[in-house]
């Protein structure tokens, strides 16, 4: 009876003959759910009849919880708990045909002087119920191969059903270590050298190395692996589409083969962001069933993962679940534990926060192939590090061409991470190499590949530092080609929120059409969340992120675009979420005013109980049109209420006894703030009411006080970023601060010149001696000496930028030669700023042809900071010819913000 029940679990069964047993009657061949042998044997001694019963242990309640089986010495279990074989005890119950089992281990062994004894619980059966349990028995007391100096001797240790998967998994264990000729190079060999990027080993320079691998001849073999081979190298050396491996013929491969090719193709797919091409190519051969069990669980640990991408936790988590039997079954396989890691952490990350073990996700991703795959990560960046070691020491420019071994590394962990289907690993991996080839890009098209590495990889961190910085210094052709390739409709799990950052800090340059695109999903995902949750399961809040997307995007949109986002905020329930409230605010703060109609102003008065931060906007709004409106918000401004300045709009506008009530509160703002700060009572950033004083003394000069600024910036504060809105306010309104005032700032202004940076340990380097100077120059040039502009000019960024305004502000023609040698400065505010004050040169006529051929040449600045520079220009500028021409040049500039300040300066000169 015994012997049939584990024939029913399809396990083998051989009956030791009577004269040979020692204590072993039936000896057992374990196998998987799928019939597979586990190459593990295991020994059962079997005792039947009611008699073995009759020590029951009993619970609390009278539950009988199992039954003591006992001899009167030790000799058997001591040959049962040492035996090279795992043993197990059957108590078989004829009455019920049941049969209940223990493993006999030393740990569980009972001794009773003489004898010894054994619990056999009542749960654990002979059944399918406790599959797990018996396979866990047969496999779990397997010993680890010792993998030391696995990368020499390797080459006959991995069985030929094994190698491909090593070759994609453990590269290392199948191709030939580097000071080891092989003239006679395996498929399989082939493949690894491929994944390890180890390209002058596949097509040697050297006349002495390997004879190159005829790519042709690969294709036509009669031996699949060759053909395998050719495929592969075609997609990851010479670009070409998946296709080439998805329609690689498989007839004549081998069960192995054809998983081998549909893990590496699933992996490449996941990495062009298309989960359900992956997930069907992997289907496939899954449902064919004829995979040996590491395979298998290859092959369904890469479904969990495209499922992980679609946004189908559940079921990706029950499939890593499912792959955790590699742990008990292939413990000595080093490409099983690099699955089995892959699915521990994926387990993790798609577990319930009650739910999760960290320190099982850790130990789980602790394995010998992720430490193989780590040590290819340190010899890449090693490499980088003696590179820039080198150029640093010469003073040598790194020149273009030859192979960067570095991203070779950091491409190759990254193809063994997703060989694996280790997913974060991958993630990690290959936007490390995609941040890498950004520092080394040399056109366009580096730069576009390696944002649309970064955005599939998830990598939001570095999208919001790469893409700014590239629309500032271009190409911003490459971040406008990868903004093309951006569907939020089309975005996985991974990178949902990686497309929505590309699109909030690119959208400056996108097309009205494109803009209009992205902002119908906005609308659609603004008005039903749950269907994007339910969807694809964010780990963000999705109106926050979604509403930052849809602010930037208000700019670039059309006509069309433009009107439904104004109908979606019409009709849009009331907000008393701060968090979406003050997302809505900035979206409603970048519409133009022309944009709203009566109606909509109208449908924006019967608006009630927004929270505060909407209900602010809102108000500014419609102050623009209601002067009812305004006259109610100038008696609240009088009071120091500066959210109702904020609301109010022109500060020109303010009455007489508005701003003498405004400046006194300020006054007395000020005072306390000075004193808090002495104290060293304020550690972050506050409100600048010395920014707002700036303002209002510079617009109504008849009741300015400058004395509480110049007193705030003698002030010693606890983090000096306090200083820095008011220098700028100062910086932008120079003109209007009389010399009086000047010559009592100087003092304060030259002192922060000097002495305004330090290290502090919450802000970090906070430096605004730049700010300083530029304040200073921009009041009166001439009060910065030759020593000061020399100093200036090997300084920061921001003091380089402060010597161009010094040297602008004197409007001398002769200086415009030391105008251009700050406009080949490599960083491009020093050429922004540059641009902007020969921008003032070309609108006043100061050496008015030599200034224009200049800006003209900065103008070709591949990316958009210094038309943008420019532009704030026509804010201010006199309706000249010049400028008229400058609006002009920059009229169908790729910026949406250069776009609409040319339009508005247009306009604003006809309707004079």
Not at 546 to 552: C, E, N, R
Not at 852 to 858: E, G, K, N, P, T
């Amino acid at each position: 009876m015994v012997e049939l029940q584990f024939l029913r679990l399809n396990w083998g069964v051989v009956r030791n003959p009577l004269e040979q047993d020692l204590g072993t009657d039936l000896w057992l061949m374990a196998r998987d759910s799928r019939r597979y042998d586990l190459q593990a044997l295991v020994g059962v001694q079997v005792k039947s009849g009611t008699s073995w019963f009759g020590s029951p242990k009993h619970s609390a309640d009278g539950t009988v919880e199992g039954w003591w089986f006992a001899e009167s010495d030790d000799r058997h279990f001591r040959y049962w708990s040492e035996h090279r074989v795992p043993h197990i005890v059957v108590l078989h119950d004829p009455r019920s045909d049941l049969s209940y089992w223990v493993q006999v281990t030393s740990e569980a062994i009972v001794s009773t002087g003489q004898g010894a004894k054994i619990f056999v619980p009542a749960t654990s059966t002979i059944d399918e119920q406790h599959l797990d349990e018996l396979l866990e028995a047969a496999t779990g007391d397997r010993r680890y191969i010792q993998w030391d100096g696995s990368a020499w001797n390797s080459r006959h240790t991995i069985l030929y059903e094994d190698t491909l998967r090593y070759a994609l998994i453990a590269p290392r264990l199948v191709a030939p270590h580097p000071n080891v000729r092989i003239t006679d190079l395996t498929p399989s060999e082939a493949v690894a050298l491929l994944v390890k990027m180890r390209l002058d080993d596949l097509h040697p320079r050297l006349p002495f190395a390997t004879g190159p691998i005829d790519l042709d001849v690969c294709r036509s073999s009669d031996i699949w692996g060759w053909r395998f081979f050719a495929a592969l190298h075609d997609v990851l050396i010479d670009g070409a589409s998946c296709d080439v491996l998805t329609h690689l013929d498989t007839s004549s491969a081998a069960a192995f083969e054809r998983a081998a090719l549909a893990a590496v193709t699933a992996t490449l797919l996941l990495e062009s962001g298309s989960p359900t091409e992956a997930l069907t190519v992997v289907a496939q051969v899954i449902e064919l069933d004829e995979c040996r069990p590491v395979d298998h669980a290859w092959l369904l640990m890469h479904q969990a993962r495209c499922y992980l991408e679609l946004g189908q936790l559940s079921r990706a988590r029950a499939l890593a679940l499912e792959v955790q039997a590699l742990r008990r079954s292939a413990p000595h396989d080093p490409t099983a534990m690099a699955i089995l890691g892959a699915s521990a952490y994926l387990v993790f990350t798609t577990s319930d926060l009650t739910e999760r073990s960290l320190p099982d996700a850790v130990a789980g991703q602790d394995t010998i192939a992720a430490w193989w795959r780590t040590q290819e990560i340190a010899w890449g960046l090693q490499g980088e590090a003696d590179k820039r070691f080198r150029e640093w020491a010469t003073g040598a420019q790194r020149r273009p061409g030859g192979q960067d071994t570095t991203w070779l590394r950091l491409r190759s962990a990254a193809l063994i991470a997703g060989a694996a289907g280790d997913h974060s690993a991958w993630r990690y991996t290959a936007s490390l190499g995609a941040k890498h080839a950004l520092t080394t890009a040399r056109d366009s098209a580096d730069f576009t590949s390696a944002l649309r590495v970064l955005v599939r990889t998830g990598d939001n961190a570095a999208i919001e530092r790469a893409v700014p910085y590239l629309l500032d210094v271009g190409p911003t052709t490459a971040v406008a080609e990868a903004l093309s390739a951006v569907d939020l409709e089309q975005s996985t799990t991974t990178s949902l929120r990686a497309n929505i950052e590309m699109i909030r800090r690119g959208a400056d340059i996108l097309p009205p059409s494109e803009a209009d695109r992205h902002v119908q999903w906005a609308l659609a995902a603004l008005e039903d969340p749950v269907a994007l949750h339910t969807r694809l399961w964010p780990t963000f809040f999705i109106a926050s992120v979604v509403l930052d997307m849809l602010a930037a995007l208000v700019p670039a949109l059309s006509a069309a675009g433009l009107r439904a986002v104004i109908d979606h905020l019409k009709t849009l329930p009331a907000q008393d979420d701060q968090a979406v409230a003050s997302g809505y605010a900035l979206v409603v703060s970048r519409i133009p005013t022309v944009a709203w109609t009566e109606h909509d102003l109208h449908m924006l008065r019967m608006r009630k109980s927004d929270n505060f931060e909407l209900a602010d906007q809102i108000t500014a709004v419609l102050a623009n049109t209601d002067s009812w409106l305004r006259h109610g918000l100038q008696s609240k401004i009088a009071s120091g209420d500066l959210r109702a300045l904020t609301m109010f709009g022109d500060v020109c506008d303010l009455d007489q006894q508005t701003v003498i009530g405004l400046v006194a509160n300020l006054r007395d703002r000020i005072a306390a703030q000075i004193t808090e700060m002495r104290g060293g009572a304020v550690a972050g950033r506050i409100h600048s009411f010395a920014a707002t004083l700036a303002l209002i003394n510079a617009r109504h000069p008849e009741h300015a006080d400058w004395q509480p600024i110049i007193e705030l910036l003698l002030a010693r504060p606890v983090a000096v970023e306090v200083h820095r809105e008011p220098l700028s306010m100062i910086m932008r309104l120079a003109q209007h601060v009389p010399a009086a005032v000047v010559d009592r700032m100087e003092p304060a202004l030259r002192d922060l010149m000097y002495t305004a940076a330090y290290y502090h340990p919450f802000f970090g380097d906070t430096d605004l001696r730049g700010h300083a100077a530029s304040a200073l120059a921009a009041l009166d040039p001439t009060r910065l000496s030759q020593h000061d502009l020399w100093d200036l000019m090997a300084g920061t960024k921001y003091q380089r930028a402060a010597a161009a305004i010094a040297l602008a502000r004197q409007s001398r023609p002769d200086l415009i030669h030391a105008l251009a040698a700050l406009a080949q400065d490599p960083n491009p505010w020093v050429r922004a700023v540059v641009a902007n004050q020969l921008a003032r040169w070309v609108a006043t006529g100061i050496a008015s042809e030599a200034s224009s051929a200049l800006l003209q040449r900065i103008l070709a600045d591949p990316g958009t900071l210094v038309a943008r520079m420019v532009a704030v220009l026509f804010t201010d500028a006199p309706p000249t010819a010049a400028v008229g021409r400058l609006a002009d040049m920059l009229a169908d500039h790729p910026s949406a913000e250069v776009r609409s300040a040319c339009a508005e300066r247009r306009s604003t000169d006809e309707s004079r």
